[in-house]
């Protein structure tokens, strides 16, 4: 299983408090929203495909 696999793997459908990392673009609607309720990290599509490419390297 090749990294972006795994994290495609562990994606879950809802954010809750055991959620660590939401990627998600301005505007992306309720979750969102939900984690910025519950403090959980954010981070743009754009950003997070270089996190992974910087890992894969």
Do not use: C, Y
């Not at 972006?4 to 793997?9: N, T």
């Not at 673009?25 to 929203?33: I, L, N, P, V, Y």
């Not at 309720?37 to 954010?42: A, E, H, M, T, V």
């Amino acid at each position: 299983m090749t990294t972006s696999a795994a994290v495609i793997d562990d994606a879950a459908s809802s954010v809750s408090k055991k959620t660590t990392l939401v990627v998600a673009a301005e505007g992306a609607g309720s979750k969102r929203a939900k984690a910025e309720q519950l403090g959980i990290r954010l981070t743009t599509p754009d950003a997070f495909a270089t996190l992974v490419a910087d890992l894969l390297n």
